[in-house]
């Protein structure tokens, strides 16, 4: 793994979350994968807890946030200027961060990017312990303006407690609850309350795992504001990601080109 983390064989894919609002793609969650050259592509559900384990994450955590924010400044100085990127943070990373942030602010500051458009994505599994140290580094990334988001959430024992314990911007709903929507009722009774909790303590909600155009109705019916899931697309390394904008946002492509020409993008 660590050679691995060197030779550069882990690096990011990006899945679009749209804005069910204005119809466009609001995000991107960066994902890892990993190209063995024997193995293949190797799935981060495998080597994410390895490198959990051996301490590699904090390595691996700096080369993905560094990988986002470079890859983010091409798409804003493009065009795409309103996309955020949320990336994933281990347990061991968000506890080893310093109280003010500053190894990860100090990557949006060296691409230039406004913190507002960074998304942190964390799992309640941080919360097991030291209270007064998360609430002091989640304040301070809000502070500097990057978001907080809650991710599989539902998934966990008190998650309804940790969103009164924790300040948050953005709660991810664990896809387990729209696997079976819109048949199972319970299922479309808990998922229609998280959604309005969530809405009415002012926070923005993803639900995930949409892959059927039933739960997407169902959802924007309930006014979930953003979707995540293979309904929209799967997701994309770097130049698919690329035709996916183009194919969707043509007239940002149009501008950019005016501007810059499409150089920046290669
Ligand atoms: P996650 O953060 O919950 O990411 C969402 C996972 O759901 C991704 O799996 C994504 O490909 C998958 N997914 C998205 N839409 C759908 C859908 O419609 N249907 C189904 N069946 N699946 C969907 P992926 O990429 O395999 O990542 C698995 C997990 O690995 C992530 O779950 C996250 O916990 C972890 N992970 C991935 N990248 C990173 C990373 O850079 N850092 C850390 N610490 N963890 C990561
Ligand atoms: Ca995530
Ligand atoms: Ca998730």
């Excluded at 091409?74 to 065009?79: E, Y």
């Excluded at 913190?115 to 990334?141: K, N, V, W, Y």
């Excluded at 966990?156 to 819109?182: E, T």
């Amino acid at each position: 793994l660590l050679q691995a983390i060197n030779d550069g064989e882990i690096s990011l894919v990006y899945q679009p979350i749209w804005d069910n609002r204005l119809g466009r793609v609001a995000k991107l969650e960066a994902l890892a994968r990993w190209q063995h050259p024997e193995l293949g592509a190797v799935s981060p559900v495998d080597f994410i807890p390895l490198a959990e384990q051996s301490g590699l994450i904090q390595i691996l955590g700096e080369q993905l946030l560094e990988q986002a924010c470079r890859d983010l400044r091409r798409l804003h100085d493009a065009g795409y200027d309103w996309l955020q990127v949320s990336v994933n943070r281990s347990t061991l990373e968000f506890n080893t961060l310093s109280a003010d942030g500053h190894e990860w602010l100090s990557v949006l500051a060296k691409y230039q990017l406004p913190p507002g458009q960074l998304i942190f994505e964390i799992t309640e599994s941080i919360f097991m312990d030291g209270h007064e140290e998360h609430l002091c580094r989640i304040q301070a990334l809000r502070d500097a303006g990057c978001q907080i988001a809650i991710d599989d959430f539902g998934t966990g024992f008190s998650a309804l407690n940790y969103l009164r314990l924790y300040p948050m911007d953005l709660v991810k709903i664990d896809r387990s609850f729209v696997q079976q929507i819109p048949l199972h009722t319970q299922d479309r009774l808990l998922l229609q309350g998280l959604i309005s909790i969530v809405h009415n303590l002012g926070m923005q909600l993803v639900v995930e795992g949409v892959e059927r155009e039933e739960q997407q109705a169902f959802i924007c019916e309930q006014g979930c504001s953003f979707t995540q899931g293979y309904l929209f697309s799967r997701p994309l390394a770097w130049p698919d990601l690329l035709s996916y904008l183009q194919q969707h946002h043509p007239s940002e492509i149009t501008s950019h080109s005016e501007r810059v020409g499409s150089s920046v993008l290669i």
